[in-house]
Nanobody
């Protein structure tokens, strides 16, 4: 499974960005998918996850109500809509795939990150 994240950039506080992560593989619809981020000098942290089928999502408390994860299985793509961005959201954002359980428990595959920078 190969993952390619895109959509990062520089945005002012209060602005929005939408990240995309395109995945290879014929069975994308069975994967759990997730977004993580890593800020300079900090450890990687969980942001959001969506189960296979898209009927269940979960979010870190720090982004709840501002970020929305979604998926388009026809396009093998998962999205992260980020609204009301804050400077503390600045980080390298990674997508990950869980083809083993499909519920976002075992992250076997990781994409390269896409940088999000939020200016104050």
């Amino acid at each position: 499974v190969q993952l390619q994240a895109s959509g990062g950039g520089l945005v002012q506080a209060g602005g929005s960005l939408r990240l995309s992560c395109a995945a290879s593989g014929r069975t994308f619809s069975t994967y759990g998918m997730g977004w993580f981020r890593q800020a300079p000098g900090k450890e990687r942290e969980f942001v959001a996850t969506i189960r296979r089928g898209g009927d269940s999502t979960s979010y870190a408390d720090s982004v709840k109500g501002r970020f929305t994860i979604s998926r388009d299985d026809a396009k093998n793509t998962v999205y992260l809509q980020m609204n009301s961005l804050k400077p503390e959201d600045t980080a390298l954002y990674y997508c990950a795939a869980d083809p083993r359980t499909g519920v976002g428990r075992v992250w076997d595959y990781w994409g390269r990150g896409t940088q999000v920078t939020v200016s104050s």
